[in-house]
């Protein structure tokens, strides 16, 4: 097994999942229906900043140098991410005190609890999926209201998630010695899929939406 494939097992097994984090939907779920911009920011800025927290705390217990190296540039990437994305905001909006704590979140919820190096470099792939389908979104969403300054910053932060996709496969074909191993890192991938897809349903069911397309 390959790390491609790992990666094309997981976007054909959760394709259905995958595309519907990717809806329009999906930024409805996160906003929890508030879309307007500055609600659509502080989300933005609660995800990056949450994932700049777990892959920080991964590398500080990491004991393998290389996913070590790994979680620290995902981590400074978020971290760039989550301050671009507050720059963003009106200067009287307090990103970090929208009542959102990154704990709730059900991805890092997740991901903290990963603790073996196989398994958290299959989980940082899916979460980069994840974080891809949604990125998709705040674009969308920029452009639709005609701001693309701040459309223009959202595809940028997509655009560096190429680069943690190839860290995180090269990652992969570092840690993964057997079968068992690329089995375990799929799993840990797939994982963080469902954890994101179940977080989306549940999410619009509480707000009276149906998750599933309208056909």
Do not use: N
């Not at 700049?52 to 217990?61: G, R, S, V």
């Not at 997509?158 to 375990?184: K, Y």
């Not at 994101?196 to 309208?214: C, N």
């Amino acid at each position: 097994m390959t790390p491609d494939d790992v990666l094309e097992t997981v976007q054909s097994d959760l394709a259905t999942e995958l595309s519907r984090l990717g809806s329009s939907k999906a930024l409805y779920a996160a906003t929890e229906g508030e879309l307007e911009a500055d609600r659509v920011l502080r989300a933005a800025e609660v995800a990056e900043r949450a994932a700049a927290e777990t892959f920080a705390a991964w590398a500080d217990d990491e004991p393998d140098a290389d996913a070590r190296e790994a979680f620290e540039s995902v981590a400074a990437d978020e971290r760039a991410h989550a301050e671009r994305v507050r720059e963003e905001l009106d200067e009287d909006v307090d990103a970090s005190a929208d009542g959102t704590d990154t704990d709730d979140l059900a991805i890092p919820t997740h991901l903290r609890s990963v603790e073996e190096t196989v398994e958290r470099a299959g989980a940082l792939l899916g979460r980069i999926l994840v974080a891809d389908e949604s990125k998709s979104q705040y674009v969308g969403y920029f452009v639709g209201d005609a701001d693309p300054q701040t459309a223009g910053v959202f595809r940028d932060l997509r655009g560096d998630l190429d680069d943690q996709r190839e860290r995180a496969l090269e990652l992969l074909e570092t840690v993964c010695e057997d079968e068992s191993d690329w089995e375990v890192a799929t799993e840990a991938a797939a994982a963080v899929v469902r954890v994101a897809y179940e977080e989306h349903v549940e999410t619009l069911e509480s707000l009276g939406v149906d998750p599933k397309p309208v056909c």
